[in-house]
């Protein structure tokens, strides 16, 4: 069965440093996700990404953060400037065209910002 | 969002069925309930969803009440892998996608 993969599975950046977390969706779907769980915590949402724009984003995701689509496989988050309150699971997620597919996430990147 | 009240946590014997309850007294009649499951370090996993007809599929059948107000997950059997915590969702889909919004969700606990 085709699933969402994301590399690498941990990550260890200092404060400040850029990070660019990177996903493959499943291959025929049409939108993107990012999402984040800080330790304990429930899992976010940060934004949404369909036809090569943001279609919709959380609080959570301001001027640090950026998604890019640059080819046709892979999907990426990028933080531009971490900061310790960034550590956390990112997940990826895609779906299908059709308006009620569900969505299909990778098993996530540890961010850990020290 | 209309809002979903799930038990924190849950207990189960293997091979037993498990009834997850949700709550949605807010839900609209355009809104979706969907459920999905995180297992320990893992992403998120779909399990079901509907909008007003109880539904079945291979991991779990989804009861819905008739006033919409209320769902119950149902697992048939429950192994040691639905070890897991369930999330109830709600959510109105749109043409530009659409934010799943988990909460706290409930914590099933599977013993042998």
């Known amino acids: 069965e085709p699933e969402v993969t994301q590399t690498p599975s941990h990550q260890v950046t200092q404060m400040g440093q850029e990070v660019i977390l990177r996903c493959v969706p499943i291959s025929n779907h049409l939108y993107f996700y990012w999402y984040r769980q800080i330790l304990g915590q429930k899992v976010e949402f940060l934004v949404s990404f369909y036809n090569n724009e943001i279609s919709e984003k959380s609080e959570i995701f301001d001027d640090q953060f950026s998604v890019e689509r640059p080819d046709g496989s892979n999907f990426t988050l990028k933080i531009r400037s971490t900061k310790l309150e960034d550590s956390a699971m990112y997940f990826c997620?895609?779906?299908?065209?059709?308006?009620?597919?569900?969505?299909?996430f990778g098993n996530g990147t540890r961010l850990t910002v020290t | 969002d209309a809002k979903t009240t799930q038990p924190n946590s849950m207990e189960s014997n293997e091979e037993e069925p498990v009834h997850l309850p949700c709550n949605h007294s807010t839900i609209s009649g355009t809104d979706y309930i969907h459920w999905y499951r995180q297992l320990p370090s893992q992403g998120p996993e779909y399990v079901i969803h509907g909008l007003t007809s109880n539904v079945n599929n291979r991991m779990a059948s989804l009861a819905i009440a008739e006033d919409r107000k209320s769902s119950t997950l149902i697992l048939h059997r429950a192994t040691l892998r639905d070890a897991a915590v369930y999330y109830c969702i709600l959510y109105y889909p749109t043409n530009s996608g659409y934010a799943l919004n988990f909460g706290k969700g409930t914590s099933l606990l599977v013993t042998p």
């Open positions: 997620a895609s779906r299908e065209g059709r308006i009620n597919s569900p969505l299909h």
